[in-house]
């Protein structure tokens, strides 16, 4: 009996300790322990965060870099024109139709230099720099200038051919330079409508908001013509549109679009018939 009360304690405290050893193996880990592994998994998800990042940002340079080389300067975005160059030939226009005699402009005779210089100066003073700001003010009032120029400009050329046809021209050397400044003129006009045009204008043109063209220029259709950040400027139109008033047809810049052929056949047509009619008549006076 001794020995079985034994077995029987012996077993009982076994059987007792076996819950309490089970139970100590499912306790919680310390608190200090969680607040490791925490960190532990934040750590590696801000790693892979980071190098998500950083994969991104590599894949965009590649792109502006794979951009770069596929595409052209002129159809990616930039940093703008400069609006001086603009600005120098408004200035010279005025300056050509203030140098026509009171019988070949509007009349009162300084109200529409007037107008044109503070739309300059306001536009001016509106975008000084680079030409980058999206404004429907400033582009009215680039429109605005533009047309005043062409009504003063066209407005004497018409005024010429009427006192050349009426035969009260007057000396030869005063017609050919009265018929000099309104073709300068009509040159610089035509030069400000293809710039403010073509592709939508220097804004448009800034943030490559157009694709195709209505002017190509030669270093558009050959690439390996120009530096890789080729883009047309202001001297690129004044230059096209030089060449179509003296030879009458485009050169080596061709209209693509239907008001930019328009243009270019508005501009051949008053360039002949002032040049012909000058010049013919003058050749008669000195007859």
């Known amino acids: 009996m001794g020995r079985d009360d034994a077995t029987g304690a012996g077993a009982e405290s076994t059987d007792s300790a076996a819950p309490e050893i089970a139970l100590s193996g499912t306790q919680p880990p310390p608190a200090d322990s969680q607040g490791h592994g925490f960190r532990d998994v934040f750590a590696a998800s801000a790693n892979v965060v ?38 120098l030939a408004v200035l010279t ?3 050509l139709q203030l140098s026509l005699p009171a019988n070949l402009a ?10 044109e210089g503070v739309l300059l100066i306001a536009l001016m003073s509106a975008s000084p720099g680079r030409i980058t700001r999206r404004s ?32 009260h021209a007057g000396d030869a050397a005063a017609l050919l330079g009265h018929g ?8 610089i006009v035509f030069a400000l409508w293809y710039w403010e045009f073509d592709r939508g204008g220097p804004v ?49 810049t061709l209209p693509l679009s239907r008001w930019c052929k328009a243009l ?11 040049v012909a009619l000058v010049i013919s008549r003058a050749v008669n006076i000195f007859k």
């Open 106 to 115: 509007i009349r009162p005779r300084l109200v529409l230099p007037i107008l």
């Open 204 to 252: 448009a043109r800034a943030y490559a908001d157009r694709r195709y063209p209505d002017l190509l220029f030669p270093q558009m259709a050959q690439a390996d013509l120009a530096s890789p950040d080729w883009t047309p400027n202001f001297f690129d139109y004044l230059y096209t549109s030089f060449t179509n008033a003296t030879a009458f047809s485009p050169t080596d």
């Open 50 to 87: 980071g190098g998500i990042e950083r994969g991104l940002l590599a894949g965009a340079a590649f792109a502006r870099d794979a951009e770069r080389d596929l595409l052209p300067a002129w159809l990616r975005p930039g940093r703008g024109e400069h609006r001086w160059q603009m600005g």
């Open 136 to 167: 429907a003010a400033i582009h009215t009032t680039a429109l605005a200038l533009l047309g005043l120029v062409s009504l003063d400009n066209t407005v004497s050329a018409a005024l010429l051919v009427h006192l050349i046809i009426a035969g």
């Open 180 to 187: 000099a400044a309104i073709w300068a003129t009509n040159v």
């Open 264 to 274: 270019f056949l508005a501009q051949s047509a008053v360039s002949l018939i002032t």
């Open 93 to 95: 226009a005025i300056g």
